[in-house]
């Protein structure tokens, strides 16, 4: 398995040699998939998945949570993974002060949420408001840490991708697309159809 994940690993990489090639890679984002999913050392079954991506050259793979930490060196995921398996059980619980810096950075809750999270974070008694707040921030997380909008993020990034070689194609309302699906954790079905219709009209594999 170890090298099935390295030589994938280096055929995505500009460097030809593992401990060059998995220096090139960061992580991204994280997501936990409801479906059972299969690692990319080929390890089945996975529900913990960490996107990384390759300063160099662009490329995007996914990685088992437990491979990214023993081979690649990368923890991100960890607490991300730890607070979603705690909301999971008990929505009303808190996400990791980390965590809370993740989701914001990635425009997934607002500053206002993020502001409030902040001051309520450690204290034990909340009104009624506060705790609604509170949970419709973590269901916020969850949603946005899902399996669907890592899915909707893959396609948007697919086609940004395709639009670096091809400088005609206007990206305008893709990152449109992208900003939303940022903001809101999934995209509309009338989004997703014209994500699809651009992929399928212009051939983008």
Same mark, same amino acid.
């Given at each position: 398995?170890?090298?099935?994940?390295?030589?994938?690993?280096?055929?995505?990489?500009?460097?030809?040699?593992?401990?060059?090639?998995?220096?090139?890679?960061?992580?991204?984002?994280?997501?936990?998939?409801?479906?059972?999913?299969?690692?990319?050392?080929?390890?089945?079954?996975?529900r913990n998945i960490?996107?990384?991506?390759?300063?160099?050259? +662009?490329?995007? &793979?996914?990685?088992?949570?437990?491979? *990214?930490?023993?081979? =690649?060196?990368?923890?991100?995921? /960890?607490?991300? $993974?730890?607070?979603?398996?705690?909301?999971?059980?008990?929505?009303?619980?808190?996400?990791?002060?980390?965590?809370?810096?993740?989701?914001?950075?990635?425009?997934?809750?607002?500053?206002?949420?993020?502001?409030?999270?902040?001051?309520?974070?450690?204290?034990?008694?909340?009104?009624?408001?506060?705790?609604?707040?509170?949970?419709?921030?973590?269901?916020?997380?969850?949603?946005?840490? +899902?399996?669907? &909008?890592?899915?909707?993020?893959?396609? *948007?990034n697919l086609v =940004?991708?395709?639009?670096?070689? /091809?400088?005609? $194609?206007?990206?305008?309302?893709?990152?449109?697309?992208?900003?939303?699906?940022?903001?809101?954790?999934?995209?509309?079905?009338?989004?997703?159809?014209?994500?699809?219709?651009?992929?399928?009209?212009?051939?983008?594999?």
């Amino acid at each position: 398995m170890h090298y099935k994940l390295t030589e994938e690993i280096i055929g995505l990489s500009s460097s030809k040699t593992w401990n060059l090639a998995k220096l090139e890679w960061d992580f991204n984002f994280a997501y936990y998939s409801e479906d059972l999913q299969t690692c990319l050392c080929g390890h089945y079954p996975i529900r913990n998945i960490c996107v990384i991506r390759n300063r160099k050259n +662009s490329n995007q &793979t996914e990685v088992g949570n437990c491979c *990214i930490n023993k081979f =690649l060196g990368i923890e991100d995921g /960890n607490k991300i $993974f730890a607070s979603i398996k705690k909301l999971k059980e008990d929505n009303s619980k808190s996400m990791s002060a980390e965590v809370i810096d993740y989701i914001y950075n990635k425009n997934g809750i607002s500053d206002f949420e993020y502001k409030f999270y902040v001051d309520i974070h450690r204290k034990r008694n909340l009104s009624i408001k506060q705790l609604e707040i509170k949970v419709r921030i973590n269901e916020k997380f969850l949603a946005f840490t +899902s399996y669907e &909008t890592n899915s909707h993020f893959n396609r *948007i990034n697919l086609v =940004l991708k395709w639009a670096e070689n /091809n400088t005609w $194609f206007d990206k305008n309302f893709v990152m449109s697309l992208k900003k939303n699906c940022e903001k809101n954790g999934k995209l509309s079905e009338g989004q997703k159809t014209a994500l699809e219709n651009i992929i399928t009209k212009l051939k983008i594999k």
